[in-house]
């Protein structure tokens, strides 16, 4: 009850700093979906960071340390680190500049424009939809499993009742270990899952209903700053309870030490798995809710500080994360069967192991942030993207108020809430399998958006084209690796009489661009007028 207690806390926090967000509301729908371009540098730092750091990052890379090893840090931290900056530097300040020049609210009002195609909304819009919905569920799903989790009583008496029932104890409450309660059903003794789920739903639901862009940017910057503290506290205590050493540096080395050595390499992994990973972190160039907090900078100087300064936050986040993985492995922590199968569950299973229930409660607090902070902005793009692009774009513009727009934004955010809940009730997948199939379908459309703005031969044949390639051949992958369940799915390359096995997202990154390329060299080229607004320099010369 005080881990609930200190984590229903947050949640209060949260909203009220969310509602008062609010109190600054201009009541425009600029405002509301891009606060009126007043972000600065730190608050456009601290967003776009905690975007991109979710349950994937914490919950997902704990869970895929302890089963690949100390590999999974090189596979996605060390080279998002650089990529996610070169995509802020190479993208965000050009699409920056052109939104605030032409005025877009969204990716899809820019391609529209860009291409001059009408239609380009009605392709684009179901496929980054259907491609969000897996980046999703992984906050919801690990939002549920984290709190069910931490609000068990502890890890060791044996005995779990309900937080949500006072009552008589199980028969078999003496001799019933966490585990068991995990057998019986993976609720008892903690929250359940789908309440747990939903109460964060309806948080994040309601200061992103009346805070807007603006809400979601205090929200972010605030959950940040805790979940990279609170973070840091976590890696802290549990170095310090596994190595038992007086200082943290001699508890490293205690705790390190005991990890096996298969677990500190990647051999079990191929090199042209390893290396086609390279693709993955290129799908920040093409998250719709990125692209909106990009356009929420007040100047092209406001992205300074977050090309500078994520790969050193990712490197903070992420290293703690992937050595606790790693201890959960060793001789000096026992995890039960159940939860060893379950590798959503490790972190939460970490952290509540080894601590009392006051940090446990507040290092709680710490990974819901993250994972908070990234649903809201998911949520809040897809409402936006809804309304301006299918809704105003298509009903005709001056049809709608500034206040029917924003009450259509919010009816389909909470129409996305409802059916994002839905689909997490269902079998789970790990976190960190469904965020890369997620990660791949937006990063093989990497190609579109660089040759939109490097490319000023790139057509709307060869853009409709380049969609539907990746949308049919995302489709047919991840149907062919059984939805995700199979959590080692590769491409094999045949070369040289040999198999090599890749990353889906490779195959579908160059059969998008081939495809882009082929089509846009044999169909009719953009008109002048066009290529004067978007390459002046390239087209006087």
Partial sequence: MIVLGIIGGYIALLLCLGLFSSRLFKGTSKDYMLASHSIGPFMLLMSLFGTTMTAFALVGSTGEAYVEGAGVYGLLASSSGIIHSLCFFILGVKLWSLGKKYGYTTQIQYFRDRLQSDKIGVILFPVLVAMVIPYLLIGVMASGTFINAVTMRTFEEGTFPSVLEVGELPEDAAEGTVATMMDEGGSKGGVPKPLASFVICIVVLIYVFFGGMRGTAWANTFQTCVFMVLGMVTFYVIAMKLGGEDTLMASLRKASAAVDADKLTRMHMSKTQFATYFFVPLSVGMFPHLFQHWLTAKSASSFKLPVVAHPFFIMI?????????????????????????????????????????????????????????????????????????????????????????????????????????????????????????????????????????????????????????????????????????????????????????????????????????????????????????????????
């Avoid at 490779?506 to 082929?518: C, D, N, P, R, S």
């Fill in 317 to 541: 986040v992420w290293c703690p994360c992937i050595l606790i993985g790693l201890w959960a492995t060793t001789d000096l922590i026992q995890i039960p069967p159940p939860i060893a199968q379950k590798p959503n569950a490790i972190l939460p299973f970490m952290v509540s192991s080894l601590n009392g229930p006051v940090m446990t409660g507040l290092l709680s607090a710490g990974v819901l942030a993250a994972i908070m902070s990234s649903l809201d902005s998911q949520f809040l793009c897809l409402g936006t993207m809804f309304t301006e692009d299918i809704v105003v774009h298509y009903g005709g513009k001056g049809r709608y108020s500034e206040k029917q727009t924003i009450m259509i934004a919010r009816a389909f955010i909470i129409a996305i809430v409802a059916v994002v809940y839905v689909f997490s009730l269902f079998e789970p997948r790990r976190v960190f399998t469904l965020g890369i199939w997620c990660f791949s379908g937006y990063a093989s459309l990497f190609p579109l958006v660089f040759a939109s703005l490097y490319w000023k031969k790139l057509t709307k044949s060869g853009a409709y084209a380049a969609v539907i390639t990746c949308a049919a051949s995302w489709l047919y992958l991840f149907r062919e690796s059984g939805f995700g369940s199979n959590e080692t799915f590769t491409v094999d390359i045949p070369f040289g009489g040999e198999l090599y096995p890749t990353m889906p997202v490779m195959t579908m990154f160059f059969l998008t661009a081939f495809v882009m390329v082929i089509v846009s060299l044999v169909t009719p080229k953009p008109t002048e007028e066009t290529l004067q607004r978007f390459f002046p320099e390239k087209s006087a010369a």
